[in-house]
């Protein structure tokens, strides 16, 4: 059974750090495409970051620069390193296949302050 989970989010100020991780389970994470997509009030979730399996990484422009996207295959884990952050930051984040495969988790509230 596949299993994404996420966690790291919480609440920071306009300008600071979060890392947020997904663990994987049930799949063979180092053949997986992967990335972090997120969830706004009112909004559409996005793709904002994907890591191929071969290491290549894209970005969404609204996080380009201040996002980055890495994984471990040892450790079967899916991080997402987010720095400057910004008010309209403020969203669910989940990790999931690119493309999406499998049902979505509980993700993980990122609330940024200004």
């Known amino acids: 059974q596949v299993q994404l989970v996420e966690s790291g989010g919480g609440l920071a100020q306009a300008g600071g750090s979060l890392r947020l991780s997904c663990t994987a389970s049930g799949i063979i994470f180092r053949l997986s495409a992967l990335g972090w997509y997120r969830q706004a009030p009112g909004k559409q979730r996005e793709l904002v970051a994907s890591?191929?399996?071969?290491?290549?990484?894209n970005y969404a422009d609204s996080v380009k620069g201040r996002f980055t996207i890495f994984r471990d295959n040892t450790k079967t884990t899916l991080y997402l390193q987010m720095n400057s952050l910004k008010p309209e930051d403020t969203a669910v984040y989940y990790c999931n296949f690119v493309p999406v495969r499998v049902a979505w988790g509980q993700g993980t509230q990122v609330t940024v302050s200004s």
């Open positions: 890591i191929a399996t071969s290491g290549i990484t």
